[in-house]
């Protein structure tokens, strides 16, 4: 009997009736597999190693009974059905056929309170007044101009369990992205929307050690990564912050003030071009954004001031589609001022502390009897987990203090990537963090 022949066997006589199978893919690489009410837990690396271990023990099962088995196998995103053949190969299950409700005939009532029959309308008879031929016109053209998420809803997972089922099979079986890949998905798009000019997105919060540096280089990151660069981080301290020294050092090591000062030099010289920048700016060249540092001078007097920053923005909102403002700790100061009122996007950033959420607190205050209530009505709260502990308490009250204050609060997780001090390294971060940042920069992006 040839392979073929085998998946496709009708069960004999005496073969064992089909066994009962259940099993369950979780999100955090475990699961379990019942066969008859017996139940035997699995754990492997990840969703995808653990559909491995279910669909490779039915094989052997189904080799043992000659026949193909049917599972019932739910992941995080819901319930679906397989069969498993002896040698491995696996397929979608279909649906159960639908059984037929019978429906009496009509009686000779229903035939005689029947209308008369109506001649069939002819290939070339309009429709509502339209021509056939207008009317498939227009299905065409309705098709060529639907939204582009449509075409997103049409793809296959890539992801999970279902991803690795779709790859396992080559694409014999074909499921659709689950919840999480779906909500994966939304987020890109979102980030990589377009825009209808460059776009400013400012950080703020009074205390230090909020993570501000932090959420800058990350929404930089991430912005730069899903939309092909042209995303600038700017550290908009009026003498220094810390952003240069987060960032990895490509580049000449130039500053937001030394650029400033070269202006003069540079618009003699003719139109500034992109390439003028390079002197200034550090480029993080695996996540395509560029850092413009803030004054390194430990001796140097002079500072940024509200028109100092109003001549570099829009030097710069002419070479970058996304510019990330990192702000500095002092709210009185003008610069700082300034960059708020020229932010399309306030993002107010706060650790799952006491302290910090204070600052960012006292921070909405200021903000909103400076008549800046519509800002701060727009802004996005991020709340970023300081340890690896939190406390539950703290954080729902935050929740629920800025999410009757601002548009929206997320959150991101701790990561031993984000918080030693030294450059942050974006691959070293891990696969939840960098998901949740994509999602936090996609809330970000949605009101830009």
């Known amino acids: ?17 089909l066994p009962g199978i259940v099993a369950e893919v979780r999100a955090n690489g475990t699961g379990y597999l019942t066969v008859d009410g017996v139940s035997q837990d699995l754990v492997g690396t990840d969703m995808s190693d653990v559909g491995a271990q279910i669909t490779g023990r ?14 019932e196998v739910r992941d995080p995103d819901g319930l679906w059905m397989l069969i498993v053949h002896p040698d491995g190969q696996v397929e979608e299950a279909p649906p159960p056929a639908p059984v037929p409700t019978p429906v009496d005939g009509p009686t000779v009532a229903d035939l005689m309170a029947a209308p008369p029959a109506v001649e069939p309308v002819q290939a070339e008879t309009a429709v509502h007044g339209v021509a056939p031929a207008l009317v498939e016109e227009s299905d065409r053209l309705g098709e060529l101009l639907a939204p582009r998420r449509r075409a997103r809803q049409q793809s296959y997972a890539n992801q999970g369990f279902r991803g690795a089922v779709r790859k396992a099979t080559f694409d014999a079986i074909k499921p659709r992205p689950g919840k999480k890949e779906r909500r994966h998905l939304d987020a890109v798009e979102s980030v990589r929307r377009s825009f209808d000019g460059p776009r400013t997105i400012v950080v703020i919060n009074p205390k230090g050690g909020a993570h501000k540096t932090t959420a800058a280089l990350m929404l930089a990151a991430t912005f730069g990564l899903q939309r092909g660069g042209y995303t600038l981080a700017w550290d908009n301290n009026e003498t220094h912050g810390t952003l240069g020294w987060r960032s990895a050092s490509k580049g000449s090591g130039g500053t937001a003030l030394d650029l400033l000062q070269a202006l003069p030099r540079l618009e003699a010289a003719g139109d500034v071009r992109m390439g003028d920048l390079d002197q200034f700016v550090r480029t993080q060249a695996p996540e395509q954004f560029d850092v413009l540092a803030s004054d390194e001078d430990a001796a140097s007097g002079a500072f940024i001031d509200a028109g100092s920053f109003a001549t570099l923005h829009t030097l710069l909102s002419r070479f970058y589609r996304t510019i990330i403002v990192d702000t500095g700790n002092n709210i009185r100061s003008s610069n700082w001022r300034a960059a708020v009122e020229a932010a399309d996007q306030l993002v107010i950033v706060t650790t799952i502390r006491e302290d910090t959420a204070q600052a960012a607190a006292w921070a909405v205050d200021a903000l909103r009897v400076a008549g800046l209530d519509d800002k701060v009505a727009s802004a996005v709260t991020i709340l970023s987990e300081p340890d690896r502990k939190v406390d539950k308490d703290l954080r729902a009250r935050l929740r629920e203090y800025f999410g009757t204050l601002t ?40 009101e830009l």
């Open 58 to 71: 039915i094989a052997v099962l189904a080799g043992s009974m000659g026949k193909p088995l049917r599972a």
């Open 407 to 446: 548009r929206t609060v997320v959150e991101v997780p701790f990561d031993p990537a984000l918080v030693a001090g030294g450059p942050i390294e974006y691959a070293d971060l891990a696969p939840d963090t960098r998901e949740a940042w994509l999602q936090a920069s996609a809330v970000v992006a949605d």
């Open 1 to 17: 009997m040839t392979e073929s022949d085998t998946r496709t066997a009708t069960p004999h006589a005496g073969m064992p009736v």
